[in-house]
């Protein structure tokens, strides 16, 4: 599209910002591309025109949409009508959420309103060293708080990444962060109306992983890395992860299993013994709101202590985003699949896929259990008076804990009262998921009708 820029002062052919569509692995996508030679890809009221034009043309015609920042934000010159330009793409950009995937590349500066469009996409790449992304840069604030920070430490990819979440993916290299655009596009649907696309890889739906037997400590505290079960039972250990490096204890992403395009939700036991804190609910619940718009199937690997205790997540307001994966879970419709790899407590157990928020299929792995709270919380409550007249608290206490484990944590009880469809040899979990997912492929599940949910924002 080419649109002379309006305002004063400018004299070129065309604007600040390329748009058009192309096909990624044979599918339509529609990009829109920053000119920072241009006024340093400020946003005029006719870059916001050409935007909104790719952008309605990729929903009327249900194809993702890629917007590649490198933007210095509102054209100082154009005064209100730039901001018209913005307003009119963050209103698409909230239309165009759950219709079809957008998402963001963050090469270059993005300040102003060049970050709030990013912040209502789905996804959001940044490129490191280059990329920086947000709302008012280090020399406004000296001016307003004194404080000192460099460009890099205030919105680099890394920072993106690490502290605020902002970006789902922190890649080295302009082509590389490109390449795995293209591969998260592999993943989904072009739109909520598909399924995303089938691509099976001849990875044996029925291979049996040995490993699964010893990759996960008996002991309920001992840590481990839960990607090495992700590895083994999706299709060729291909999983990309999204959010890496933020909320460590909660691991998402895409995979496939038999071809088909699968979230996977994961407590991930090495950081923070897996508990479930503020950002860990924000993030998956984030992402299983996504898979749910967008027709995949949510996998749910389950080994949690609970939700983190501590005044600073009190404070912070975990019952609000805590809630936030319970809002997430209940309403999802896609097919919902969760396997108890060992601990799975309280309200975590609640939250993290269980019967309770209509999943399809639950399995637990011999060494699942599903306390209340922990054994050795639950004894302390429980047998207070008596600890405290025992000739030997401690022995005493220990007989109690493996008690309480024998009786209450163990997965046939939850199994008899229909908490568990299976409990399941580790070895063949890839087998029972792919199952799981066959017998799903037609489900059709609806809420009530409803404007829209209020979740606890
Ligand atoms: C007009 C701009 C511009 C802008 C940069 N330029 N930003 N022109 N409007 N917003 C021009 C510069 O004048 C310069 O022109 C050229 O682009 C390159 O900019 P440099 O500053 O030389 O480049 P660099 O050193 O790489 O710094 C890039 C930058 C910096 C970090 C992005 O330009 C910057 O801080 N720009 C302003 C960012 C900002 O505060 N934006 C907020 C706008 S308000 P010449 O002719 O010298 O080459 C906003 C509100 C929206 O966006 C609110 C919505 C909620």
Known sequence: MLVKPRGPGVDSPTEAVVTGWGKVDGRPAYVYSFDFTLLGGSLSEAVGEKISKVMNLAMSTGA???????????????????????GDIFCLNVLASGVIPQLTVIMGPSAGGGAYS????????????SGQMYITGPDVIRAVTGEEVTHEELGGAHALASRSGVAHFAIQGEEET?????????????NNAEDPPLMPSGDDPDRAEDDLLTLVPAEPNRPYDVREVIDRIVDDGDFMEVHELFAANMVVGFARMAGQSVGIVANQPMVLAGSIDINAS????????FCDAFNIPVVTLVDTPGYLPGITQEYGGILTHGAKLLFAYSEATVPKITVVLRKAVGGAYLAMGSKSMRTDMNFGWPTTEIPVMGPEGAVNVVYREELANAADPAARRAELIEEYRQKLANPYIAAGRGFLDDVIDPRHTRRKIIRALEMLRNKADHNPPKKHGNIPL
């Open 282 to 289: 924000r993030k998956a619940a984030r992402f299983v709101r």
């Open 178 to 190: 490109l390449a795995e655009v293209r591969r998260l596009l592999s993943f989904l649907p072009s």
């Open 118 to 129: 990013p912040a209502l996409t789905d996804f959001i790449f940044a490129t490191e060293g």
């Open 64 to 86: 993702p949409v890629i917007g590649i920042q490198d933007s210095g934000g509102a054209r100082i010159q154009d005064g209100s009508e730039a901001l018209r330009g913005y």
